[in-house]
């Protein structure tokens, strides 16, 4: 909870990362909030107060989850919302021509038109599948497998459009960018 806090606040896009993972943590518990009291609050080093708005925090989630019906697959309505909001600020930047993130997506959009065809188009939106790409590479890295060079050359791509887009996106929440 604390984390997502600050990571929201610092970085959209490794909050958005970190939600995506909070997801399927609760997924890989089956929702089962005494399991995660057991395995991952209670493990915690922290006050009882903290670790009550914690356990509040998984419970919320967990509640979410169910009402929008993303037990199994899919992502909370904050979440999406958060992708919605940068691909606001990603169409912005594409059409006020900023020459920095032009010229990243430029490079990208190749290998976002081959991770589409490889989803068989089920995202369409392009940062969701700049997101989908970088969290499928996280995972693999979390199972601790290889990832070839190709990968690593479009995670690099990908990552610059991201990290410029989150930047902008900051800029955008502190009122320093205006979508027009």
Same mark, same amino acid.
């Given at each position: 909870m604390y984390t997502s806090a600050q990571k929201k606040k610092d970085n959209i896009a490794e909050y958005l990362l970190y939600m995506w993972q909070i997801e399927d943590l609760i997924r890989a518990y089956k929702l089962d909030i005494d399991a995660i009291n057991t395995q991952i609050v209670e493990k915690h080093e922290l006050p009882t107060s903290k670790k009550t708005e914690l356990l509040e925090w998984y419970e919320q989630l967990i509640d979410m989850m169910r009402s929008e019906n993303v037990i199994e697959k899919g992502h909370l309505q904050i979440n999406n919302n958060i992708v919605i909001d940068l691909t606001d600020v990603h169409i912005y930047l594409l059409n006020s021509k900023n020459p920095q993130y032009n010229s990243f997506y430029q490079k990208a959009i190749p290998i976002i038109n081959e991770l589409k065809a490889k989803q068989n188009s089920t995202i369409e939106n392009e940062i969701e599948v700049c997101f =989908?790409? +970088?969290? !499928?590479? &996280? &995972?693999?890295? +979390?199972? %601790? *497998? /290889?990832? =070839?060079? #190709?990968? @690593? =050359?479009?995670?690099? &791509?990908?990552? %610059?459009? +991201? =990290?410029? &887009? @989150? +930047?902008?996106?900051? /800029?955008? *929440? #502190? !009122? *320093?960018?205006?979508? #027009?």
């Open positions: =989908s790409f +970088i969290y !499928g590479i &996280l &995972l693999l890295k +979390i199972q %601790q *497998k /290889e990832i =070839s060079k #190709e990968t @690593a =050359s479009a995670q690099t &791509l990908i990552t %610059q459009i +991201i =990290s410029l &887009l @989150a +930047i902008k996106y900051k /800029e955008y *929440k #502190e !009122g *320093k960018l205006v979508l #027009e």
